[in-house]
């Protein structure tokens, strides 16, 4: 144990270095908070930084079996899959409506304006609040694990990889610096995406064995993306908004928010186009869609 303790420690002093040494090349000093100090896997990135290394790990790993097994997608899942898949999704269901009401509970209670929101050490509720939707990208790391388990690789898109590794990372530094104020919009907005989201693959679990029900029911598919877009936009605006009025919050968090905004409409644009718009084209044209 001892032995594990120092190889975590001195693993501990190097990420911790870099990352600082990486946020200080662009004039950033990251400091911690008392609000959440103390709190698991906040006051270092350490934590982080090995979850989203085990989780690429486990996606790669997982793509090599697949393909060197050359594995097709389950026709039929096992008993304990189809109930992991039950339980994740309605837990992440529960968690996200939980997170969206109370987050916009707070803000209601400290009388938030809709942007340009400081950070305020003692609103305790609304960084507890933040700190748990930090905490949830650990549990939507699993969302992978069930695709890579059900053998479904054409789920498991650059997109999918990429925004549960880098979302994970820019959350902690909001739950490790300024686990409030400006960022209370996109943590509100994204769990209640997050609830229609595990709503909508609940819903496909439960109907899976049942084509005529789960297109009756399931049509709004592409409106989910659609909303996911339209959410990604408010945030774009948002930041815009908060650098030309230099809103009080860390304007290099503000910064961040709006490039990786301009990533992800860019990703999932794509996403859309080749999900949505190209099939029905080739529909048309008498091409095989899925």
């Not at 989780?55 to 793509?63: A, D, E, P, Q, R």
């Not at 739950?175 to 104020?181: C, K, L, R, V």
């Not at 209640?192 to 064995?209: D, I, N, P, Q, W």
């Not at 408010?234 to 910064?255: C, F, H």
Request: aromatic share 16%; proline share 4%; with cysteine.
């Amino acid at each position: 144990m001892e032995v594990v303790e120092r190889f975590y420690g001195e693993l501990d002093g190097k990420v911790s270095q870099g990352v600082n040494a990486l946020l200080g090349s662009f004039g950033v000093e990251l400091t911690d908070t008392p609000t959440t100090k103390g709190l698991p896997l906040v006051d270092s990135p350490t934590p982080i930084v090995l979850g989203v290394s085990v989780y690429l790990t486990i996606v790669i790993g997982g793509l090599l079996w697949i393909k060197a097994r050359d594995l097709k997608p389950r026709a039929s899942e096992p008993f304990l899959l189809q109930a992991l898949v039950l339980v994740h999704n309605l837990f992440c269901f529960a968690l996200s409506l939980y997170m969206c009401v109370g987050i916009a509970y707070q803000a209601i209670t400290w009388r938030y304006s809709l942007w340009g929101n400081a950070y305020n050490p003692k609103h305790k509720e609304m960084a507890i609040l933040v700190y748990l939707f930090y905490m949830s990208k650990y549990v939507e790391f699993m969302d992978t694990v069930i695709m890579i388990l059900k053998r479904s690789t054409r789920q498991i898109s650059f997109l999918h990889v990429y925004h549960h590794s880098s979302i994970s990372l820019i959350w902690w530094a909001i739950a490790h610096h300024a686990p409030g104020g400006e960022a209370y919009w996109s943590a509100a907005l994204n769990s209640g995406v997050h609830v229609l989201m595990y709503a909508y693959y609940f819903l496909a679990a439960c109907l899976r064995s049942s084509p005529k029900l789960k297109n009756k029911y399931l049509f709004w598919g592409r409106y989910l993306t659609q909303f996911q877009m339209f959410q990604f936009m408010l945030n774009l605006v948002q930041a815009y908004y908060d650098m030309k009025t230099n809103a009080p919050y860390p304007q290099w968090l503000i910064k961040i928010l709006f490039y990786y905004m301009i990533s992800l409409l860019f990703l999932f644009g794509n996403f859309y186009v080749q999900k949505y718009i190209k099939p029905s084209d080739g529909k048309q044209k008498g091409a095989k869609t899925e």
